[in-house]
């Protein structure tokens, strides 16, 4: 089996959480009720409408939690690479 770079899976996956956090912090500056239903989905009807900010996010909390989820991402992918290398070649 090939190995995976564990830069290029955690630079990867880092990427993809930011981004999806960029999109969500989006929507919901966008459409706060909406998004609050839709994510209320994911978590099989949990009622998120009660614990909404009365405040808007601000453009710096939504870059820290961008960076943030980016950084989680890149630990997570070079975790993950890491891993498969072990298991898929059986040494390190």
């Given amino acids: 089996m090939n190995r995976l770079s564990t830069l290029s899976a955690g630079i990867a996956v880092g990427a993809t ?3 999806l956090s960029m999109l969500c912090a989006l929507t919901f500056a ?3 009720d909406a ?3 839709f994510v209320g989905a994911f978590t099989h009807g949990l009622d998120l409408g009660t614990i909404k900010s009365a405040t ?5 909390r939504a870059l820290y ?3 943030g989820l980016g ?3 890149l ?3 070079v ?3 890491s891993v498969y290398n072990v298991v898929a070649t059986g040494r390190r």
């Fill in 56 to 60: 808007p996010i601000s453009p710096g």
């Fill in 75 to 77: 630990v997570a992918g």
């Fill in 65 to 67: 939690g961008i960076v």
């Fill in 17 to 19: 959480l930011a981004l």
């Fill in 71 to 73: 950084v989680v991402g």
């Fill in 79 to 81: 975790v993950y690479a």
């Fill in 35 to 37: 998004t609050l239903d």
């Fill in 30 to 32: 966008l459409w706060p």
